[in-house]
């Protein structure tokens, strides 16, 4: 059974390519931090920081900031520092108890890691108490709603492994109370020619991470490389069928279900909605 860590490892260096949402919301996350008051060279993390596609709209717009950058993937780290003149690394599983240790920052950032987290509140709460005294935590991360559409065609085709995403509800209600916080949520939409490009860009992304273990998109999606996505899971999440398969009758029943909701205008298409959380919260100085 492969780690989430490996996961993202063996899809890190096709990961920026399929990386379209990740990319929207890394974009629109550094904005609203662009507006907000910071010092003129924060010290800075960016927490499963990927490829980094957050770090680089960061120092965009604050190319002042001391960066630093984390992930469970010794992979995605790389390539990251690749990108990133100056920064510094350290791999870390962000479910591990103190995994900061003394740490702190002006600013920790981070877009679409925290619902891997198996407890995303508490990880908030944390973070939130590694900032410097003024300190700005900064998320974006897909929650509940998020990819709603493609789970229910998957069950009217008998199949599914479509992950659960956090409740934004009881993400801000673990907040510390002497926080400042301000949030949104936007829909992300992208679309797909059918459903077996979307299904393999969710797996591309290292999405595969958190879909049951026995669950294969089979031969007729293969990847560029030829190879067949057999997903394994280091958990399972909830709502997930572990005996699940997506047989190649499971496809083409989903391709149906996706043409009878679009209509005659629509075909085949399938779009991938994402509902994304964005929050800033701001210590006390």
């Known amino acids: 059974m492969s780690s989430p860590g ?31 008051d910071l010092p003129p060279c924060p010290r800075l993390l960016d927490l499963g920081a990927g490829t980094g596609l ?31 003149p100056g920064a510094s690394s350290f791999q870390a599983d962000f479910d591990q108890p103190d995994f900061l240790g003394e740490r702190r920052y002006h600013l920790i950032a981070s877009s679409f890691a925290l619902q ?5 509140g508490d990880l908030a709460g944390y ?82 991470a958190r879909i049951p273990a026995d669950t294969r998109i089979p031969a007729d999606s293969r990847n560029s490389t030829g190879g067949i996505h057999t997903v394994r899971a280091g958990e399972c999440s909830a709502g997930s069928d572990a005996g699940s398969r997506l047989t190649p009758g499971i496809l083409r029943q989903l391709t149906e279900v996706i043409r009878r909701r679009n209509g005659p205008a629509g075909g ?18």
């Open 6 to 36: 490996a996961e993202f490892g063996r899809h890190a260096a096709g990961y920026d390519s399929f990386a379209t949402v990740q990319r929207e919301a890394a974009e629109h996350l550094a904005e609203l931090i662009r507006e907000q």
């Open 54 to 84: 957050l770090s680089l709209e960061i120092l965009s717009r604050l190319p002042g900031a001391e960066c630093q950058v984390a992930d469970i993937s010794g992979e995605m780290l790389a390539l990251a520092c690749s990108q990133i």
């Open 116 to 120: 891997w987290s198996r407890s995303p």
């Open 127 to 208: 973070l939130c108490r590694c900032l410097l005294p003024g300190g700005l935590l900064a998320l974006a991360l897909p929650v509940r709603g998020t990819l709603a559409e493609l789970r229910e065609d998957l069950a009217a085709a008998g199949g599914s492994f479509i992950n659960e995403f956090p409740d934004p509800a009881l993400l801000l209600g673990s907040l510390p109370g002497d926080l400042q916080v301000a949030s949104s949520l936007k829909e992300h939409r992208v679309v797909f020619p059918g459903c077996r490009e979307a299904l393999r860009s969710i797996t591309r992304i290292g999405a595969a």
């Open 268 to 285: 085949s298409t399938c779009t991938l909605v994402y509902r994304v959380l964005y929050l800033l919260a701001r210590r006390q100085p």
